[in-house]
């Protein structure tokens, strides 16, 4: 039954604001040419192509030349990213800064056993293929040794 004071065309309105409004307020950002808003995103940091970035990183080098992953606390800092950027400021500020970083390292693998195996660490540069590292693995597309020193022996004997 319908009432007398408009009641039901109240709610009839509401219902179009509601039902075409929420749309069209979701969908207004498409038209707006906001290059990334909410409710919608194009995600810019995904959507172009980002090249191929260049990492630098600290290697540990075997006597036989194998290669092997060090843990951040060799760098100076227990956290990964800090790491990072611990080598990343060596490198900007050049050899001697690379030096003082390699050869404090270097100390500090001589001073922990399960590091014994190390002779000698690096730094390096690699450049890498985005898309390529997920789907085919981690292999540089190229790198370059930028600063290599040796781990100290133990009491200088010469044996490790």
């Known amino acids: 039954m319908a009432r007398a004071d408009g009641a039901p065309a109240r709610q009839r309105v509401l219902a179009y604001v509601v039902g075409l409004g929420l749309p069209l307020a979701v969908l207004s950002p498409a038209w707006s040419g906001a290059p990334d808003s909410f409710p919608l995103s194009t995600y810019p940091m995904f959507a ?3 090249g191929q970035p260049t990492l630098h990183t600290l290697v540990g080098l075997t006597a036989g ?3 092997r992953r060090v843990p951040p606390e060799l760098v100076g800092s227990k956290e990964v990213l800090q790491a990072k950027v611990l080598i ?3 490198v900007a500020e050049g050899p001697e800064a690379m030096a003082r970083l390699c050869e404090a390292s270097a100390a500090r693998a001589a ?4 590091l014994r195996e190390l002779s000698a660490l690096a730094i390096v540069a690699r450049r890498y293929d985005p898309v390529d590292y997920f789907v085919q ?3 540089p597309l ?3 040794t930028l600063f290599r020193c040796d781990v100290p022996t133990p009491g200088g004997t010469g044996e490790r």
């Open 48 to 50: 172009r192509p980002r």
């Open 65 to 67: 030349g194998s290669e």
């Open 88 to 90: 990343q400021r060596s």
């Open 111 to 114: 001073a922990e056993p399960a």
């Open 137 to 139: 693995g981690p292999f």
């Open 142 to 144: 190229e790198q370059e």
